[in-house]
């Protein structure tokens, strides 16, 4: 089975910065598109930033020019840069993959734990 392990979240000051770790094990063929999603209290699930295959990278306007994504394939990792961090970025933050396993024919969608980012002074 595949399994998606995130670290990376914790307390930070306004301005300060975190980065986010997702790495993937099990038997995986390839990996279409990692991407990080965000849960706040009372608010429902958002995308912040996902890259493809292909290194296509789609950003959530709220942290354009803030956050970083990127990946390493050779890891089976993803990860998210957060730089400049508001208050209004605390949330519960989620890895997601869209992979083929090895063996299947069809993709399926994997989430991460969840690790919470809390963003206070």
């Known amino acids: 089975q595949v399994q998606l392990v995130e670290s990376g979240g914790g307390l930070v000051q306004p301005g300060g910065s975190l980065r986010l770790s997702c790495a993937a094990s099990g038997s995986i063929y390839t990996i279409y598109t990692m991407g990080w999603y965000r849960q706040a209290p009372g608010k429902q699930r958002e995308l912040v930033a996902d890259i493809t295959s292909a290194f296509n990278i789609n950003y959530a306007d709220s942290v354009k020019g803030r956050f970083t994504i990127s990946r390493d394939n050779a890891k089976n990792t993803v990860y998210l840069q957060m730089n400049s961090l508001k208050p209004e970025d605390t949330a519960v933050y989620y890895c997601?993959?869209?992979?083929?396993?090895?063996?299947?024919?069809?993709?399926?969608?994997?989430w991460g734990q969840g690790t919470q980012v809390t963003v206070s002074s």
């Open positions: 997601n993959m869209r992979l083929i396993r090895r063996w299947a024919g069809t993709p399926g969608d994997y």
